[in-house]
């Protein structure tokens, strides 16, 4: 197994995305079959267990106050609610079990201590436990640690440059310390993006860039295509062309190897041929069942007849994750 590299350059991942697609979509096959059993997914379920009513203004969200998205927001839902729906999803194959909330960062109060507690009953239950809640300091992130966080989803979105053209009120720098604290704290690091946004490909690079030159390379980058919202900035955005999400996930794998790849927002727009070329190109990973967090997903049986069809496997939970060091 070749080493993993995380001193790219700019110009060497640019050069990796803009190569003719069917050569890049080989490579990332290849580099996809040296590091990854090939043709196995792994099947995640995501549930919003605090939705709507956040302060941030990220432009691509339905969850945000400030936009009329028709949303119907709740308060933190109860712990046995959330072991309930957690024990269905791993009744029905998911191995990771990613709780998301409409905070702007995490704070020290009861509410944190009730999402301690699911974090140890999904634990318990077997399944990969995730959370994604916003920004988190090196001491929740030891907390939530200790209560058996296995990983932790904190998105960059875009680039740096990109990023006040989507985000005012955090900053990228915001974004990196959490995603910082997390890994300090030893726990597992989802961070990735959302492609659509009118960005540049430019601007796509530049993420990847960021991530695969981080001291230690994610264990799971997500892309994301935009699912436009109607009352967001963004609700006139066109939906994301296929070949510009597999050059995207290629171009992860081809940077970032042992990497899970998660095809995340955006599949209920794409038909099975699609999904096909972005699993060839590296996707390792969807969010099954009929919803992401506030938006449509396709259903678990659709879903498990595309894994018939184009012969996919489902990856166990705890599968041994790259954390070696880097050169
Ligand atoms: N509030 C927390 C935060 O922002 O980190 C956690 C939840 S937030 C919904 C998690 C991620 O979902 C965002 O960073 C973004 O990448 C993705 N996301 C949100 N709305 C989306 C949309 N309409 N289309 C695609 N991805 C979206
Ligand atoms: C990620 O990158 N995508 C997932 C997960 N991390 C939390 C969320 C997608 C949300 C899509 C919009 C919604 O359903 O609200
Ligand atoms: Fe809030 Fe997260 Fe949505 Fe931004 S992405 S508005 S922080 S819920």
Not at 29 to 54: D, I
Not at 231 to 256: H, N, Q, W, Y
């Amino acid at each position: 197994m070749a080493d993993l590299k995380n001193n790219w350059t700019f110009d060497e991942i640019k050069s990796i995305y803009n190569k003719p697609l069917l050569e890049l979509i080989y490579d990332a096959a290849t580099v996809n079959r040296m590091s990854h059993k090939f043709g196995e997914v792994q099947v995640c379920t995501l549930l919003s267990v605090k939705t709507g009513g956040c302060p941030e203004d990220c432009a691509y969200c339905p969850q945000a106050a400030r936009y009329n998205t028709g949303l119907k927001a709740h308060k933190l839902l109860d712990t046995k609610e959330v072991l309930e729906k957690a024990q269905d999803a791993k009744n029905s194959g998911s191995t990771r079990f990613c709780m998301g909330a409409a905070w702007r960062e995490v704070r020290d109060n009861k509410d944190f201590d009730r999402v301690l507690d699911m974090v140890k009953g999904v634990n318990q239950i077997g399944l990969e436990v995730c959370c994604t809640m916003g920004m988190l300091t090196e001491e929740q992130a030891q907390k939530l640690k200790e209560a058996g966080l296995y990983a932790y989803n904190h998105n960059l979105d875009t680039s740096e440059e990109h990023y006040d053209k989507v985000i005012t009120t955090r900053s990228y720098k915001d974004r990196l310390n959490t995603i910082g604290n997390v890994r300090n704290a030893g726990i597992s690091v989802c961070s990735g993006g959302i492609i659509g946004m009118g960005e540049s490909h430019d601007a796509r690079i530049g993420m990847i860039h960021t991530l695969s030159t981080l001291p230690q390379h994610p264990e799971s980058v997500p892309v994301n295509a935009l699912v436009a919202v109607e009352g967001t900035p963004l609700e006139e955005m066109k939906r994301v062309s296929v070949f510009d999400m597999v050059r995207m996930i290629a171009t992860v794998r081809i940077t970032m190897p042992k990497t899970m790849v998660r095809l995340s927002a955006g599949r209920l727009d794409m038909p099975v041929t699609e999904q096909a070329l972005c699993f060839m190109a590296g996707a390792n990973s969807i969010f099954a069942g009929d919803k992401l967090l506030t938006t449509p997903n396709p259903s678990f049986t659709d879903d498990m007849a595309m894994f018939d069809l184009l012969g996919l496997t489902p990856r166990e939970a705890f599968k041994q994750e790259p954390t070696e060091q880097l050169v």
